[in-house]
């Protein structure tokens, strides 16, 4: 079995999961700004459950991205795109130097993320509600074809606003589809407020209890809290797994963190390199 984490341990990359994490975010920071893009906030909340499952739990070969026994990962936030480039560059699927194009004009690298010709990407996302609804899909297909794969989808807290996330969430657990994944950046802020605010989501948990879940709900910047919970999926047989990851918006830049300002604003001059500062591998 092939996987990126023994690729990362072979080839000498970015082996430790803090280290992954704080390069997404640099990444993440230096590619909306030079694309002059968005969403920089949504990327940063993601950044440790993006490490943690290319580093640690995704079966995926890069060299083969598109063989048959992977698991899939589907992005339904697709506004923060930026991440799982990042996260794909960070462990070989394509150079490093190609995040340079984000955004940019003709650039495969689109602000939201895309599959055209970007290897490792699945499936393009950015109208909200649809991921979920896909990775049931590929989920289902797997059972009826008595494959292992599993299916990793990442959801925003705000797009559990949309009714089609819901309706995949019955079919998922009507088919019992216990190697569907949902984890659930829940970081407390959407768009232009807060979830309490604009549609309050609590008892969130016991929402996707009741619609046929099993859930777990942990420390989303916590590591070893994330490998625990992801290392005993399905979290219950014959039912898909749901895993609340609570976060911070903007996590690890201190004028970004839990700030609504950092969903559409995009780093420049002083406030890129402050941010940038914060993400060194020497800051305190």
């Given at each position: 079995m092939?996987?990126?984490?023994?690729?990362?341990?072979?080839?000498?990359?970015?082996?430790?999961?803090?280290?992954?994490?704080?390069?997404?975010?640099?990444?993440?920071?230096?590619?909306?700004?030079?694309?002059?893009?968005?969403?920089?906030?949504?990327?940063?909340?993601?950044?440790?459950i993006?490490?943690?499952l290319?580093?640690?739990?995704?079966?995926?070969d890069?060299?083969?991205?598109?063989?048959?026994?992977?698991?899939?990962?589907?992005?339904?936030?697709?506004?923060?795109?930026?991440?799982?480039?990042?996260?794909?560059?960070?462990?070989?699927f394509?150079?490093?130097?190609?995040?340079?194009?984000?955004c940019?004009?003709?650039?495969?690298?689109?602000?939201?993320?895309?599959?055209?010709g970007?290897?490792g990407?699945?499936?393009?996302t950015?109208?909200l509600?649809?991921?979920?609804?896909?990775?049931?899909?590929?989920?289902?297909?797997?059972?009826?074809?008595?494959?292992?794969?599993?299916v990793?989808?990442?959801?925003?807290?705000?797009?559990?606003?949309?009714g089609?996330?819901?309706?995949?969430?019955?079919?998922?657990a009507?088919?019992?589809?216990?190697?569907?994944v949902?984890?659930?950046?829940?970081n407390?802020?959407?768009s232009?407020?807060?979830?309490?605010?604009t549609l309050?989501?609590e008892p969130?948990a016991?929402?996707?209890?009741?619609?046929?879940?099993?859930?777990?709900?942990?420390?989303?910047?916590?590591?070893?809290?994330?490998?625990?919970?992801?290392?005993?999926?399905?979290f219950t047989?014959?039912?898909?797994s749901?895993?609340?990851?609570h976060?911070?918006k903007?996590?690890?830049?201190?004028?970004?963190?839990?700030?609504?300002?950092?969903?559409?604003?995009?780093?420049?001059?002083?406030?890129?390199e402050?941010?940038?500062g914060?993400?060194?591998?020497?800051?305190?």
């Amino acid at each position: 079995m092939s996987s990126v984490a023994d690729f990362i341990k072979d080839s000498g990359r970015q082996a430790d999961l803090g280290g992954l994490a704080r390069a997404i975010r640099r990444h993440a920071v230096m590619m909306t700004n030079k694309g002059g893009s968005s969403h920089v906030g949504s990327v940063l909340s993601m950044a440790d459950i993006l490490a943690v499952l290319y580093g640690n739990i995704l079966t995926l070969d890069p060299s083969k991205p598109d063989w048959d026994g992977r698991d899939r990962f589907i992005l339904s936030k697709g506004h923060a795109g930026a991440g799982v480039y990042a996260a794909l560059a960070e462990t070989g699927f394509f150079d490093i130097e190609y995040l340079d194009q984000h955004c940019a004009d003709g650039s495969r690298l689109s602000g939201h993320v895309s599959h055209k010709g970007v290897p490792g990407v699945e499936f393009s996302t950015g109208s909200l509600g649809h991921g979920l609804g896909v990775g049931a899909g590929m989920a289902y297909a797997a059972h009826l074809d008595g494959k292992s794969h599993r299916v990793f989808t990442v959801l925003s807290d705000g797009e559990c606003d949309e009714g089609s996330v819901w309706e995949a969430a019955m079919f998922a657990a009507h088919h019992k589809l216990d190697q569907l994944v949902a984890i659930i950046d829940y970081n407390k802020i959407q768009s232009l407020g807060s979830v309490s605010e604009t549609l309050g989501l609590e008892p969130f948990a016991d929402k996707w209890k009741s619609f046929g879940w099993s859930v777990v709900e942990v420390d989303g910047h916590n590591h070893e809290a994330l490998i625990r919970a992801l290392e005993s999926l399905p979290f219950t047989d014959g039912k898909p797994s749901c895993l609340i990851a609570h976060t911070v918006k903007g996590k690890g830049v201190s004028f970004m963190e839990n700030s609504v300002l950092w969903h559409y604003r995009s780093p420049q001059g002083e406030e890129y390199e402050q941010a940038l500062g914060e993400l060194s591998d020497n800051h305190a």
